[in-house]
């Protein structure tokens, strides 16, 4: 082998090691991005007032949903809320959250899913906004809730008995 073989192989090799020393480092770099952001979603979910707020009152089962509850500041603060799940539930389905990382707020997606004013109202909203032939608000949040199976069957239908009808649709 010539010297200029030898030179050509190292640098071959050196290039190697520093594309993979860079990958490395971007992997590393990214895992820290992503729990950075997974944080900022929890924290938001725990810490923000009005945000836990809401979610104590579903978590507890109090009664929030009622003829009273449209154009009210209650009303402002749930949309905040459930706005805020299901652009979770988009990240998801996006795939910008993997799913190790969406485990850690699935039990808060399916307390509030499970919770039966929040079924009532996301039905009322569903459906009001069918009749207007617009996409719900909440969409990702009630496409999360009826492929896990928590939101009923029939929760689609707009005559069904289960639920309070409070919007006209």
């Keep these: 082998m010539s010297v200029q073989d030898i030179t050509s192989v190292v640098t071959v090799l050196l290039i190697i090691v520093a594309t993979s020393i860079g990958l490395y480092q971007w992997i590393h770099a990214n895992r820290i991005r992503r729990s950075k952001f997974l944080n900022q979603i929890i924290n938001r979910l725990r810490f923000d007032e009005s945000i836990s707020k809401v979610m104590y009152t579903i978590e507890y089962s109090e009664d929030w949903y009622d003829e009273h509850f449209h154009n009210s500041e209650e009303e402002y603060q749930f949309d905040r809320f459930f706005a805020y799940l299901s652009y979770v539930c988009y990240l998801r389905k996006s795939r910008i959250l993997k799913e190790r990382e969406f485990r850690l707020l699935r039990y808060v997606l399916n307390r509030v899913c499970q919770n039966d004013e929040t079924q009532t109202y996301l ?15 909440f969409d990702e949040l009630i496409s999360y809730g009826l492929k896990a199976g928590i939101l009923p069957d029939d929760f689609k239908q707009s005559n069904t008995q289960r639920f309070t009808k409070y919007l006209n649709f």
């Design 123 to 137: 039905w009322n909203l569903y459906h009001f906004s069918q009749r207007s032939n617009s996409v719900c608000s």
